[in-house]
């Protein structure tokens, strides 16, 4: 079986972009297997890049939200949610040297669609993870 080559989508750049334009950017390559919160290596590139993000704007704070798509339980979501958050926030302190109190991990689960829950598509777009600016 050939292995999917991952696309980097996530820069630094356009993180700065989105945060100060919207006061939200939204992170798609970040990739977690199904009902898990443990992050996979192909997330690497793109936790480079926040990583970057971060140590140029060393003053902001950020909520770190966790998304999912609405297939499964809808506590479980928002619990899942919640996890992936809480890794993101952990690798990033971790392995990346960010400070802890400069990330806070959050998860609406379902609760903020980006695109219809009908298709595989929609359902991909909205399994996601944001950063917002307080």
């Known amino acids: 079986m050939e292995k999917e080559k991952v696309t980097v989508k996530t820069k630094a750049e356009a993180l700065a972009k989105e945060i100060h334009n919207k006061g939200v950017a939204s992170i798609q390559d970040l990739y977690f297997d199904t009902g898990s919160a443990t992050i996979k290596p192909e997330s690497k590139p793109a936790l ?3 990583a970057k993000f971060l140590r ?55 609760l903020a669609p980006t695109a219809t829950n009908e298709t595989e598509k929609g359902r991909a777009q909205n399994r996601r993870v944001e950063l917002v600016k307080p």
Do not use: W
């Open 48 to 50: 480079e890049e926040i």
């Open 56 to 110: 140029q704007e060393g003053k902001l704070n950020l909520y770190v939200v966790g998304h999912t798509d609405r297939s499964g339980d809808f506590e479980y979501n928002m619990t899942l949610s919640k996890n992936r958050a809480k890794t993101v926030v952990e690798t990033l302190v971790s392995d990346y040297g960010i400070s802890r109190e400069r990330l806070e991990p959050h998860g609406v689960g379902c």
